[in-house]
C-alpha cells in the first residue's frame, strides 16, 4: 500500500510505502499540538503513526574570522537539511557585497570555511556576512566585524637564519610526505579509488599494477584491506586469492575463481573477465590434478585456451610452455612397458627442470606466477611415478610343459623371469 502527501494548493509532498494495503485511516489531534497525527490501520494488521514536524531554517553560530584569511561559520539544521552556504564580504570601492564562493552542508549539521587572502578592508576592518539556502528557507546571517590583525614586518625582511630553518623544516617536511606516499598503504588506498572511479576496468588495472608491483605482497595485503574495510568482497578476495597464489595456490585459485564467478553477474560487466576465468579455471584444473593421467587428460583443455589468448591477441608464452610437457605426460600413458613409460617420464622432467630454470626471464605476470606453481606441483608427481616404476618387478611367464599325462597329480614346469628393477615376491600364478 501508499499514502501519497499533498498540501493545500494539491501539489505531491511525499509517498509514504506501507506494508500492506491501507484498510483504514484517520488524523488524530492532541489537545497541546493544532497539528494532526496520521494513523493508518493495514490489511495485515499493522497500526502506523505519521507525525508531521515544522520544517525550520538552519541555525548559523559560531561566526569567526581568523586574522584577514580564514573565515567559519558553524551550520545546525534540525531536520538535516542539504543547507547551502556563501559567504559575502562587503567591498567599499564599489558599496557592493561580493561572493566568496559557496560551500554545501550535506547532512545540514558540520562546521564550513573559506579561505580569503587578500578580502575587501573598510574601516581597518572586514565586513562580512553568511547567506543560507536549505530548498524551504533562505536568509542572511546579520554582517560581521573582524579587525585587520597587523602583520609583523620581521616575517617580510626574514634573515639567513630564518630561511635556513625554513628551508630545513621544508625539506622534512617534503621527505615525510614522499615517504607516506610511497608506503604500500598509501598506494593500495590510492589505488582501490582508481578502481572505483573505473570500476570496468578492475581486472586490466590490477593486471597492469601486479607487473609494476612485480607481485607485491605487501601492496596486495593493503589492497584486500582497503577493500574490505568499503565493504568490497569482490577486490578483496581477488586481492587474497593473488596474495595466496605465490605460496598456496591450492587455496588461492579457488579464491580467485569465485570472486571471478560473483563478477561475472555484476553490471556492468568487468572487461578481460572471460579471459580471466579461462585462464585460472584452466590453472586450477591442471594444479589440482592428482595423477599423470588425469594431467595427460587436460591437455586439449590446455591447447584450447592457447588457441582463446591468440584469438584475443593475448598469446602467453609462459603457458604455452607447459604444452610439450603435458604431451610428454600423455605419451607415457600410451606404453605399456615400464621402461617405455620412463623415457616419457625423464623427458617431462628435463623439461620441467628446464622451465624452472628458465621462468625467471619470463616478464613479471600473473600467469608466469601461476605456472611455477603448477610446475612445482608436477615435478613432484613425475619423481614419485618415476621412482614408482624404478621400484616394480616386470615379470614374464613362460610354460615349458608341452603335454600333461592324465593322473592324480600332474607336474608342470613354468619359467618366470623378471625384468624389472626391484625383486618379486608372493607370486601367483594362475593357469
Known amino acids: 500500500g501508499q499514502v501519497s502527501l499533498y498540501d493545500y494548493q494539491t501539489e505531491l509532498i511525499d509517498k509514504i510505502s506501507l506494508s500492506s494495503g491501507v484498510f483504514k485511516?484517520?488524523?488524530?489531534?492532541?489537545?497541546?499540538?493544532?497539528?494532526?497525527?496520521?494513523?493508518?490501520?493495514?490489511e495485515n494488521g499493522v497500526v502506523q503513526l505519521f507525525r508531521a514536524k515544522e520544517n525550520r531554517p538552519p541555525l548559523l553560530t559560531n561566526p569567526q574570522a581568523n586574522g584577514q584569511y580564514s573565515f567559519g561559520v558553524t551550520v545546525t539544521d534540525v531536520e538535516g537539511d542539504e543547507v547551502t552556504l556563501r559567504l559575502e564580504i562587503f567591498n567599499p570601492e564599489n558599496g557592493r557585497w561580493e561572493s566568496q564562493g559557496t560551500?554545501?552542508?550535506?547532512?545540514?549539521?558540520?562546521?564550513r570555511f573559506w579561505s580569503v587572502p587578500n578580502p575587501p578592508i573598510t574601516d581597518k576592518a572586514v565586513l562580512y556576512r553568511f547567506h543560507y539556502d536549505d530548498g524551504a528557507y533562505d536568509g542572511l546571517l546579520p554582517p560581521q566585524i573582524q579587525p585587520i590583525e597587523l602583520v609583523d614586518n620581521s616575517l617580510l625582511n626574514p634573515t639567513t637564519t630564518t630561511l635556513t630553518v625554513a628551508g630545513l623544516l621544508f625539506a622534512i617536511g617534503f621527505f615525510?610526505?614522499?615517504?607516506?606516499?610511497?608506503?604500500?598503504?598509501?598506494?593500495?588506498?590510492?589505488?582501490?579509488?582508481q578502481l572505483q572511479n573505473q570500476p570496468t576496468l578492475t581486472l586490466t588495472t590490477l593486471e597492469s599494477r601486479y607487473r609494476l608491483t612485480h607481485g607485491s605482497q605487501d601492496f596486495l595485503l593493503n589492497l584486500a584491506s582497503q577493500a574490505r574495510r568499503r565493504g568490497d568482497s569482490l577486490v578483496s578476495n581477488l586481492a587474497d586469492g593473488l596474495f595466496l597464489l605465490t605460496d598456496r595456490a591450492h587455496v588461492g585459485l579457488p579464491i580467485i575463481n569465485g570472486a571471478l564467478g560473483d563478477a561475472q553477474r555484476m553490471k556492468p560487466i568487468w572487461q578481460q573477465l572471460?579471459?580471466?576465468?579461462?585462464?585460472?579455471?584452466?590453472g586450477q584444473a591442471l594444479l589440482e590434478a592428482p595423477t599423470i593421467t588425469e594431467i595427460s587428460l587436460l591437455r586439449p583443455q590446455l591447447v584450447h585456451l592457447?588457441?582463446?589468448?591468440e584469438r584475443q591477441d593475448k598469446w602467453s608464452p609462459v603457458l604455452d610452455a607447459l604444452l610439450p610437457i603435458m604431451t610428454n605426460l600423455r605419451d607415457s600413458e600410451r606404453v605399456d612397458m615400464p621402461d617405455d613409460r620412463l623415457i616419457y617420464l625423464n623427458e617431462a622432467s628435463h623439461l620441467l627442470a628446464d622451465l624452472q630454470h628458465t621462468l625467471p626471464e619470463f616478464s613479471i605476470r600473473i600467469e608466469k606466477t601461476l605456472v611455477i606453481a603448477i610446475v612445482r606441483r608436477w615435478t613432484g608427481l613425475v619423481i614419485a611415478a618415476s621412482e614408482e616404476l624404478r621400484g616394480q618387478a616386470d615379470l614374464s611367464v613362460q610354460l615349458k610343459t608341452k603335454r600333461?599325462?592324465?593322473?592324480?597329480?600332474?607336474?608342470v614346469m613354468l619359467v618366470l623371469q623378471n625384468n624389472g628393477r626391484s625383486p618379486a615376491e608372493n607370486i601367483i600364478t594362475i593357469l
Not at 572471460?274 to 584452466?282: D, G, N, P, T, Y
Not at 600333461?404 to 607336474?411: A, C, H, L, N
Open 306 to 309: 592457447l588457441d582463446y589468448l
Open 103 to 111: 560551500e554545501i552542508v550535506a547532512n545540514g549539521n558540520d562546521r
Open 274 to 282: 572471460e579471459r580471466w576465468q579461462k585462464i585460472f579455471e584452466s
Open 176 to 193: 615525510l610526505l614522499v615517504r607516506q606516499t610511497q608506503l604500500p598503504a598509501s598506494r593500495a588506498r590510492r589505488f582501490y579509488r
Open 404 to 411: 600333461i599325462v592324465p593322473s592324480e597329480k600332474t607336474e
Open 25 to 42: 485511516m484517520v488524523i488524530m489531534h492532541r489537545a497541546d499540538q493544532q497539528n494532526g497525527d496520521l494513523v493508518v490501520l493495514t
